[in-house]
């Protein structure tokens, strides 16, 4: 198996930077623009129906016109750590020639010397990345030179594992983008009964009308004994939107014998009163009993044959944007109290509709976190694989 062979850039690539604008005239020809934003938002580009259409004189489309296998990559960055991002021109289809936009660069792979979809890849890595920044000039925008494109230094294997390497990662990219559409699609339906419950055409009540309402308590901090093995002891910062099971901290039977803190039982739900902005209004339900902090007020369970708590939970959630109007404060940091929760309007459907929201919610924020997981597993996969892949750590047989 040949070794890796350093060369640069120029030498494996004819690289063009677009002076192609966005305008549009009449005497020149129409075409699609792949403009900065897409590359940026994209590891490859397939059709070019969603992109800018534009026009082109005969000698830009000669120029710049993009063909399968070309490599296009940002220019210019309003940060130098954020320069040269990739992108690849698959196979596409398109109804006008498709021309790179200007403030970025085509590469064009000269034949028989490297691969493109390697290189998009190549282009990705850590080190070629802290090169570009480092030979970024700017103040309030940065951008590269074409001689600091020309000469990127690149340590190449022969053609042959070239393709290879860029098969396993695209096939980790495509593992990425398929559960990021899942997650993008959950995501949406998660907001859309969010907003459903923010504009039921129902019944709206205030919290207290129907649910008791209590605050917790701080042990003294001087006395280590109160703290230790025993009751969950809720913060604000333990509020995460969700069941909450686990916190930081717990009270020994001694806190709780001496300085009867009230138990909240499980299925209560959770509002933070402290914090500001960021803070005020999070939620949680309690998945067991648990005690908590004088900066949270705990919403009791209803009566069971009018109240879904988890619907609760959500309506809570999705209704969060509305503490707004009740936060307030002498200091930097907003807050809301007891009596701002005791008044907070939620709606209140049937039953039947609650545990239906409920569960379609549950549901589909499952799947989010199941997704999110997948990808960051994958992530921290395509990033092993390009440490080993791309600087010969790991060797792939051809």
Known sequence: MSEFTQLHLEDMADIRVSNVDKKTFSH???VRLCNYMDTYSNNVIRDSFSMMHASASKSEISRFELIAGDVVITKDSESPNDIAVPVYIGEYQTDFPMLCGYHQALLRPKSGKIHGEFLCHLLRHTEVNNHFAKLATGSTRFGLSLESIHKLPLFLPALEEQKRIAEILSAVDEQIETYQTLLDKQTL????????????????VKLQEHFDIQ??????????????EGTPWVKTLDLDERALFKTDEYLTEIALAECKPRVVPAESVLVAMYGGWEQIGRTALL???CCTNQAISSILPGDAEDWDMR????SLKALRYKWRRYGVSTRKDPNITKADVCSFLIPMPKLSEQTNIAERLESAFALIDEYKTVMKKSKALKNALMHDLLTGKTRVPC
């Not at 339906?189 to 709206?204: H, N, R, T």
């Not at 605050?215 to 230790?228: F, L, M, N, V």
Request: aromatic share 12%.
């Open 28 to 30: 020149e020809e129409s």
């Open 189 to 204: 339906i998660a907001k859309g009964l969010q907003a459903e419950i923010s504009e039921m055409d129902c019944e709206w």
């Open 215 to 228: 605050s917790g308590t701080t042990p003294s901090r001087a006395r280590e004994d109160y703290y230790g």
């Open 287 to 289: 998945g067991r009993d």
């Open 311 to 314: 619907f609760v939970f959500h």
